[in-house]
C-alpha cells in the first residue's frame, strides 16, 4: 500500500466519521476534505476545483431554479389542491397522495415538493379525520420514490452519472431508471396498503402546548407589593438579559397586555412568563414574585381573539438554516415570538436566542393575524394552517412547459441534460416567472458545495489506488459468489451509509469502490451503479436518512422507533427487488 493510499483512505476514514456525527455541516466537511487533499498534494489544484464545474454541480443548481419557478408559480400546489379533492376514504387518500408525490418528485426536487405538500397532506388529514402521522411518513418515501424513476429526480442519480461517464463508462439517459423506478413505486404503494395499518401510528393531535412541552417553562408569576419591579417596564427589569426570561403577557386587574416591553409593572399583576424552572426560581426569590400553584397551560393561555399560535417549519434552502434568532433579530422582522423549537421531535432545551437552525426545524410562534400572513408569504418558513399561495398562478403552464422542454430535449437526445437544464433556468428568468435574485436564492448552496468539495475525493481514491484496495478486500470476501453477490452488498452498504450521513456523500464514495471491483471481476460496473443510485436515493429506516424524512418527522407527532418500524422493512423489500431486477434489466 502506498503512502498515498493510506493518507487517502484516513481523509476517507475522517470524512465519514464527520458526516456521521453531524458536528459540522456537511458542506463545510467536503470542503475539508477538500482543502486536506489539496495541502498533502494527493490531487492537482485542477483536479480540486474540477467539482465546480462537474455536469452534475452545474445540473444539479439549474433544477433546483426550475424547482422554485413551479413552487413560485403555484403548479405543485394547484396539483396537490386535486389531491385534497380526491382523497376522500383513508386507502385513496394514501394512494392519491403517493402516486401524486411520486410523479412530481420525479422531476422537480423532492424537498421542495414536499415543502409544498406537508400543509395540504395535514389540510387532507383534518378533513377526512385520519392522523397525519398515517399519512406524512408515506409522503415522505413515496418523494424518494419519483426521486428514483428519472435521471434528474435527485442529485444523486446526476452525480453517479457524472462518475460514470468520466470513469469512461457513459452518462445514464432521462428515464433509464424508470422501469427499476417503477417496480419499486408499486413495492412501495402496495406495502403500505398492505401493511401499513400496523406500521404507522396513529397519533391524534394534541395541544400545541402539550406537544412543545411548554408546561416546563411556562407558568404565572403574581407580582407582590414590595417587589423591585413595581413602576419598571418590563424591557427595564432586564428580565431577559438577566434571568433569561420572556414576559408574554401582563395581566392588570382589568386587561391583559401582551409582549408588554414598554409596560410598567404594578403590584398584584399577574406575568406570564416563559423560563427554565432554575431561573424561574431565582426569579421568584429575587424579584419577590408568587408563583401560582394551581396554574394549568394550554393552548387557550397563549392565544386571545387575535393573538395565535401557529407552527412553522424551516424551509429547504432556508436563509435561517446556521442563523440564530438573536442573528436574524426573529422577533423585530416577523413581529412575533418563538416560544419553543423542535428538533426531529425533541424540544431544543437550550437558551432559544443561542439555538442555530437547521432543516426541519419546527418552530411554535405566537403572533397577531396580519403578521402571521407575512409569516406565510415569507420562502424561509413553511406555515402549516394553510395551502401555499399561488402568486403568478397564471404563469404555471409557461413553467410546466418550460420544464416539459428540458426534460423532452434530454430525453430525446436533442440536447445535453446540462444545456437543456441552463437553458431552462434561464427561461425561468427571462419569462419573469422567477426574478434573478429568487433564482440565486433557490440554489441550495450546501448541496453544491458538498458535491463540489466531495467529488476530489473520488479522484483521489481512485488516483492514489485506495479505491481498488478496498475493491480488492471486497471481491476477495464475496467475488467467488458472483457479481450479484456483490451487488447485494454493494447496496446494502449504501443503505446503510445513506441512513446515517448524506446520501450524496454515500455515492461519491462507494462509486469509485463498485468501478475497480467490476473492473477487477471483469464486469460491467453499471448495474453496482445503479445499485448506488437506487440506495442512496431510498433512506427510510431514520429520520436523518433523507432530508423529507427529517421535514415530516415534526409534524407527525413520530419518534424515531416509527420510522425503524416502517423503513427498515421497506429497505429490505427494496434491496432483495433491486438484487432480482437490476441484473435484468442492467446486465452484467
Not at 443510485?533 to 423529507?548: E, I, K
Request: glycine content about 8%; proline content about 4%.
Amino acid at each position: 500500500m502506498t503512502l498515498d493510499a493510506i493518507m487517502v483512505l484516513a481523509i476517507l476514514v475522517g470524512a465519514v466519521a464527520l458526516f456521521v456525527s453531524e458536528k459540522y455541516p456537511i458542506d463545510f466537511v467536503a470542503l475539508l476534505v477538500l482543502g486536506s487533499l489539496l495541502l498533502f498534494g494527493l490531487i492537482t489544484p485542477q483536479e480540486g476545483i474540477s467539482g465546480f464545474s462537474n455536469p452534475a454541480t452545474v445540473t444539479v443548481a439549474a433544477m433546483f431554479i426550475l424547482s422554485a419557478g413551479l413552487q413560485k408559480t403555484g403548479a405543485t400546489a394547484a396539483v396537490g389542491r386535486l389531491m385534497v379533492r380526491f382523497g376522500r376514504s383513508y386507502f385513496t387518500a394514501l394512494v392519491t397522495i403517493m402516486g401524486t408525490i411520486t410523479v412530481i418528485s420525479a422531476f422537480i426536487n423532492n424537498t421542495a415538493a414536499v415543502a409544498v405538500f406537508i400543509p395540504l397532506v395535514m389540510i387532507v388529514a383534518n378533513k377526512r379525520k385520519i392522523a397525519a402521522s398515517r399519512l406524512l411518513i408515506p409522503l415522505s418515501y413515496a418523494s424518494q420514490f419519483g426521486g428514483v424513476c428519472t435521471l434528474i429526480g435527485t442529485s444523486t442519480n446526476l452525480l453517479v452519472s457524472s462518475i460514470s461517464d468520466e470513469a469512461g463508462y457513459g452518462a445514464f439517459s432521462m428515464f433509464e431508471f424508470s422501469r427499476m423506478g417503477l417496480v419499486l413505486f408499486v413495492a412501495g404503494v402496495l406495502f403500505f396498503l398492505l401493511f401499513g395499518r400496523w406500521l404507522l401510528p396513529e397519533r391524534q393531535a394534541q395541544e400545541l402546548a402539550v406537544v412543545y412541552q411548554l408546561g416546563e417553562y411556562i407558568t404565572e408569576l403574581r407580582v407582590g407589593e414590595n417587589s423591585p419591579l413595581i413602576g419598571k417596564s418590563v424591557l427595564e427589569s432586564r428580565l431577559g438579559q438577566d434571568h433569561d426570561v420572556t414576559v408574554l403577557r401582563l395581566l392588570h386587574v382589568t386587561k391583559a397586555v401582551w409582549a408588554p416591553l414598554r409596560q410598567a409593572v404594578q403590584g398584584g399583576d399577574v406575568l406570564l412568563v416563559r423560563g427554565k424552572i432554575g431561573e424561574l426560581m431565582r426569579l421568584r426569590e429575587s424579584a419577590r414574585l408568587q408563583l401560582n400553584a394551581e396554574f394549568k397551560l394550554r393552548d387557550e393561555t397563549l392565544q386571545s381573539e387575535d393573538l395565535r399560535l401557529v407552527q412553522a417549519l424551516v424551509a429547504p434552502g432556508s436563509n435561517l438554516v446556521g442563523q440564530t434568532l438573536k442573528e436574524v433579530d426573529f422577533r423585530s422582522r416577523y413581529e412575533a415570538l418563538v416560544l419553543a423549537i423542535q428538533r426531529r421531535g425533541e424540544p431544543i432545551r437550550d437558551k432559544l436566542n443561542s439555538v442555530r437552525f437547521r432543516l426541519g426545524d419546527a418552530l411554535l410562534i405566537q403572533a397577531h393575524q396580519d403578521q402571521i400572513q407575512k409569516l406565510r408569504s415569507d420562502e424561509n418558513l413553511i406555515v402549516l394552517d394553510e395551502v401555499p399561495g399561488e402568486p403568478l398562478r397564471h404563469k404555471a403552464p409557461l413553467v410546466i412547459g418550460i420544464l416539459v422542454a428540458v426534460v423532452g430535449l434530454a430525453a430525446f437526445n436533442v440536447l445535453p441534460i446540462l444545456v437543456t437544464a441552463i437553458l431552462g433556468a434561464l427561461a425561468m428568468v427571462l419569462t419573469r416567472c422567477l426574478r434573478l435574485e429568487e433564482a440565486y436564492k433557490a440554489i441550495n448552496w450546501q448541496v453544491i458545495f458538498l458535491l463540489a468539495g466531495i467529488l476530489p475525493l473520488g479522484i483521489a481514491m481512485q488516483k492514489s489506488g485506495a479505491a481498488g484496495l478496498i475493491a480488492g478486500k471486497a471481491v476477495g470476501m464475496v467475488g467467488g459468489m458472483g457479481p450479484v453477490a456483490v451487488l447485494a452488498v454493494v447496496y446494502l452498504m449504501t443503505s446503510v451509509m445513506t441512513d446515517t450521513m448524506s446520501n450524496n456523500a454515500a455515492a461519491v464514495l462507494l462509486a469509485p469502490i463498485a468501478i475497480s471491483t467490476a473492473v477487477q471481476m471483469g464486469v460491467d460496473p453499471r448495474p453496482f451503479l445503479m445499485a448506488i443510485t437506487f440506495a442512496a436515493s431510498t433512506g427510510f429506516s431514520t429520520p436523518v436518512g433523507y432530508q423529507t424524512n427529517t421535514m415530516i418527522y415534526n409534524f407527525g407527532g413520530y419518534k424515531y422507533t416509527d420510522f425503524l418500524r416502517t423503513g427498515v422493512p421497506l429497505s429490505i423489500l427494496f434491496w432483495i427487488l433491486s438484487v432480482i431486477f437490476i441484473p435484468r434489466f442492467w446486465s452484467f
